[in-house]
C-alpha cells in the first residue's frame, strides 16, 4: 500500500485523564474518563474520538460507494455509538454501532449502499474480526 497521509498525535500526562495534541497542534486537548467509568467526564474521551473517526470515514466511504454505483442520495448521515467494557481476558473491549441516514434512496438501495461502504471503510476493515460492529441503515 501507498501511503498518502499519516496523522500522529501523542497522549501525555495520566493516559485517560492527561492530554492529547496531533503533530499539527489542530487537535490539543486535555482528556477525562467518563463519570460511567468511575472518572470525572468533562472533556473528551478516546471512545469520542474513535466514533468521530469512524463516523466520518464511514460516511467518506458511504458518499464514494453511492458515486462510484451512480445512485443519487439527496442527504446523508451517520452516526457511530462506541462502547467499552470489560472482556474475558481481564482488559476492555469495544463495540460499535453504526447509523446510516440516507435520503432519496429506497430502504433496500440504502441497506446495500451501507453494506458496501463496510466492505471498503478503512476503519471497517481494520475492526473486522476484532470487535463487534453493526450497521443499520434507515431512509429519511
Known sequence: MKVLYTAAAMSSGDAR?????SSDGLLDFDLAAPK?????GGATNPE???????????????KLVAKNQKVEISDSAVSAEVGIGPNDAGGFGLTVALHVELSGVDQATADELAEAAHQVC????????????TVDATVA
Not at 485523564?17 to 495534541?21: K, S
Not at 460511567?36 to 470525572?40: I, L, N, R, T, V
Not at 478503512?122 to 460492529?133: F, K, Q
Request: charged fraction near 15%.
Open 48 to 62: 469520542q474520538l474513535f466514533a468521530a473517526g469512524y463516523s466520518a470515514c464511514f460516511h467518506s466511504a458511504l
Open 36 to 40: 460511567e467509568m468511575g472518572g470525572a
Open 122 to 133: 478503512p476503519y471497517s476493515d481494520a475492526t473486522r474480526g476484532n470487535i463487534d460492529v
Open 17 to 21: 485523564n492527561g492530554h492529547v495534541r
